[in-house]
């Protein structure tokens, strides 16, 4: 049967909790880190922004570990994620956005 990416994440995290996944200038962020980090934050997309399974969410996002575990985070609520070039302004952006079918957009304090 198929396997997903998410699927072997959590099969890692089970085997290998304390091995590093990411190295994110001078932090490690573990299997274990992320496991805890991604259930976490779907707890809160679920009870605050009411995310349920189907829903596209557009994630403009800076390249940095919050992306990883709120892509793990989307996709263990079953939200197909909707990846935005932190880089697209204007137009671009507006046409990604629109394009994507999001009915929210998850962006960091900094992006406006």
Known sequence: PPV???EVFQDHA????HRPLL???????TYEALERRSNRA???FSRRLELAAGRTV????PNEPAYV????ALAKLGCPMACLN?????RALRHAL????ATLLLASPGES
């Open 98 to 101: 629109a394009a994507s079918g």
């Open 58 to 61: 557009a994630v403009f996002l």
């Open 42 to 44: 779907a707890r809160i």
């Open 14 to 17: 089970r085997r290998h909790p």
């Open 86 to 90: 932190c880089n697209a302004r204007g």
């Open 4 to 6: 997903t990416l998410l």
């Open 69 to 72: 575990w709120t892509w793990l």
């Open 23 to 29: 190295l994110f200038r001078d932090e490690v962020h």
